[in-house]
């Protein structure tokens, strides 16, 4: 479960993200939208403990982000706007080291390590180093390491990035399938299509303040007021 | 041209930007920086106007001979240039992503090369001009020369003379590069490694040094004449010789005799030049292609076995196993480091083994003070060039990559710990070796010989932390060419207060070793108060620097990523 409680972020005289308040319970998913600049991935970087915020608080399960790090982290998977690995690991080094930052089980990583490559098909790319990957396949391998730990909160910036339809298409059953499970999935995206598909809520930002939230059957009553299409709702509400 | 100057105009309008920055924490870096310059450069001034006068007063040398030492630092500085060079712009030339972008764009290729060879002489040369500047400030004013030396000597001489070596190294490594197309990159490697080191060899088993001094001081006190005749055959084919022959004949006044060995200089220089500019019209894409080529064809890397296998099991906690298995695979799947740390280990070997044949007489203890502090500082000072192009640039290359770890559930203290503790180690029994095998000539009693270790064990630390703290503090994750990043401003900086902790050695040291060996001299009871005084003052410093720095580190780490 996913807690921001009026969560600032400034730089300097700049306010990134304004007063933002929301909440993903438990098997929600949420689709966190906004034009570029508006503070998604800003948002999301306080929520992983990359960014410091301003004022505010993030509660990840119950652990405040900023007071207790590690207990919040570890129920965390993360998947960043870009799929930067260490270049000189290959993919199966990258998810033994992403495996044993959450202390996994040197056995039980072992095979789930195994479960994830069949699953999102990386096949003989995993024993080349990383620096040889196309972004498709760095995106992959990222997505397999924010799963390996089985995280009760998943994190996302910009998931499709680099993925042909196929993946693509793995990728939605998985997070789809996770909420299902129980965990909370936080998506930030500009792929409006995929919220359709996947979001039980959905969160639009502009200019560091959060200006709609609600569940995707007010945003269906919202689309029909205007055009039938969540891109005219986009554009109406970020004018 | 035009499209030279235009991409040059940009890029130094970026770095600007970059580095001008108003903020006060930037303003405050900046002011610091400056003013640890300018220490360091007043300091390099007077040392070297001060050894100059000591070999030229003291000891009575001679011009020549001092001049001859001069073109042996030459040497050691025109390869340590050349191998700088040949390394990094390996990564600036082929595997920079500015080049990418640009060969996408419509800019000719020889003008790309002229732009990326541009970059990377001035990205790496700036503090070498610095202390060659100051260096030559000094040389100058001990001689008493004019104004319009340091300018010439600047503009025709030094700047010329690096420029040569970095020309040259580009233009070995197109040729390497075609090679490494046909026969792998490994033995094009291994064999410019070993014609490195066979250069090094031949240049000191034939130029021999102590033969040399041996020669020239049989005429002694009329060491003021020239002794040209005793320099062997081929050194006079040696830019660095050029180099030393140009300012000793300056410092002759006799300019006829320097103005030949000045245009050879200037002519190799701009032939060279023009060379690479030429070879890269023909081979720099063709180069490119074969470098993508290369990546290409590497076979599919097994995962790494043996103990460091991420999949295997061992004693150490989950998340300290992996993080040192990675730094361990980070650290020698990369050639421009353990290259770098070979050429390195070979030249503290060259030292040593150089150390190991000296045979000291007992005559006089200042000379004994000065034997010992001047190996032991040299110690000191390999190992702080050992830190800063090893542990300064431990954070930055973690690159962007850095995310995976902050934003896990691993404790900065623990990640920021173990490369203290990784480099620490390292470096400690480096120091450690270099003590012993360069102090043995010296016939230590054990109580210096063991002040002498302790001291090292405690510089480390210094070194290392005050490089960690640096690294942290300067760390830029964009950049995550490990030798880019000592090169940079940041690691300049460090490494100048590397220095000024060794100017603190020697305060500190001088005083107390100087009544020691004088209590030994003189048969009276030894002076070993001063000595023991000295390593608690050096170990007391040297811990407060350390933990400060690591202070400074996580301070850092704890910044917005």
Redesign the interface.
Known sequence: MIRLVHLTKKF?SLTAVDDVSIEVKPGEFYGFLGPNGAGKTTTI?MM?????STSGSIFINGFDVQKY??????S?G?V?D?P???????G??FL?????????N?DSL?RRIDELIDHFAIG?WI???T??YSQGMCQRIVIA?ALLHDPKVIIIDEPMVGLDPHSAHIIKQTLKQKTHDGASVFMSTHSLPVVEELCDRVGIIKDGRLIFEDTMDALEAFKRRIDGKFESVFLELTK | MTEILHILRYKILSFIKVNIDWHFESAVKNVGSFLVYTGFSIGTFFFTRGLIAFLLEEVHIGQFLLHRFISMLLYVFFLSVNVGNIIVSYSTLYKSKEVVYLLTAPVSHTNLFVIKFLDNFFYSSTTLFLIGLCALLGYGSYFQHSWTFYVWAMMLLFIPFMLLAAAVGVIMLMGLMKIAGRIGARKVIIGLGSAYVLSIYAFFRFTNPMKLVNEVMKYYPNLNQYFGYLDPPFSRFLPNHWAAEVLYWTGMHNGTMALPYLYVLLGLCALSCVGAVLLARRWYYPTWLASLDLRARRAATSEGGGIFSMAKNSMLGHQTEVLFKKEFWQFFRDPSQYIHLSVMALLMAIFVGSMMQLRTIQVNPLLQTISYLVIFLFNAFLIASISVRFVYPLISIEGESFWKIRSAPISLHKVAGLKFALAWSATFVIGQLLNALSSRPLGLASILWLSSASNTAFITLAMVGLSFGGGSFFATYHENNPIRVASSQGASLTFLLSLLYLVFLVSVLFIPVNRYFESVFTGASLATSGIVTGVVTVGSVSFIIAGLSYVLSIRSLKRDF
């Open positions: 300097g970087k992983t403990g990359l960014f410091a790090p590690l207990e919040a982290k570890l965390i993360y960043p870009y930067f690995l260490y270049e000189k690991l290959t199966r080094e033994f080291f992403s495996g044993g930052l959450y202390k996994m040197k072992r003989s024993d080349k180093r620096e040889d390491s």
